[in-house]
């Protein structure tokens, strides 16, 4: 089944402890990206990348880093998180027609 | 820069009534445009999606959407809403590079 994966699905941290969010596709999509949704905000778009080992930032990148060594995978890094990075976060993943194919998403807070 | 504009932050149907949900975008070229849909608690999923050629373009569940340049508009529509529509809704616009912004969404009420 074509899908994509993150994990964990829910997170609690305290601000500081780095983690990791992973993201995973298995549609050998060449682009993938990493939003933020908060209340009355939408979507922000945080990173995304257009192929492997090649990445950029979108619109709220301060706090997260990201790679992509495979083509597949795509994780989002909070260095040390702030609680105003409590949020719900969704990978998704493209191919070159712009069919963005999302993930479940996670919820992360940050104590 | 783009930009993607959804006026309505909530929208109140009755079930059986007919739904328009309007998007506006800014966007210097020809834009590639697309609704997603919301269920609670889940991701998002792509209802349709315009490239070019005929403005009128069909999704799934019964949803259309009409590209008119002139007013810089996409806005979905559904001639008669289910209890299962209600979710929140959100137009995107892409650019070349296939990376799409998002609008702010709109959440549908339905009201049985």
């Known amino acids: 089944e074509a899908q994509v994966t993150q994990n964990p699905r829910y997170l609690i941290t305290v601000t500081g402890k780095k983690l990791t969010v992973t993201c995973s596709q298995n549609m050998n999509h060449e682009y993938m990206s990493w939003y933020r949704q908060d209340p009355g905000l939408g979507l922000r778009q945080i990173y995304y990348?257009?192929?492997?080992?090649?990445?950029d930032k979108g619109d709220v990148p301060e706090g997260y880093k990201v790679s992509r060594k495979e083509k597949r995978n795509f994780p989002l890094i909070l260095e040390s998180p702030s609680p105003n990075q409590t949020s719900l976060y969704f990978c998704a993943s493209s191919n070159r027609d712009s069919s963005w194919y999302f993930g479940p998403g996670t919820r992360l807070t940050v104590t | 820069a783009q930009s993607v504009t959804q006026p309505d932050i909530h929208i109140t149907v009755s079930e059986g009534a007919s739904l328009e949900l309007r998007c506006n975008y800014s966007?210097?070229?020809?834009?590639?445009l697309f609704w997603y849909v919301q269920s609670p608690g889940q991701g998002l999923q792509l209802l349709l999606k315009y490239f070019s050629g005929d403005t009128l373009v069909q999704g799934i569940k019964g949803f259309e959407a009409e590209f008119k340049r002139s007013q810089s508009s996409f806005n979905l529509r559904k001639p008669s809403v289910h209890w299962s529509d209600a979710a929140e809704y959100f137009c995107?616009?892409?650019?070349?590079?296939?990376?799409?912004?998002f609008g702010r969404g709109t959440s549908l009420i339905v009201h049985p």
């Open positions: 990348s257009m192929n492997v080992e090649v990445t």
């Open positions: 966007y210097g070229a020809t834009p590639y």
């Open positions: 995107a616009v892409g650019p070349f590079s296939y990376i799409p912004t």
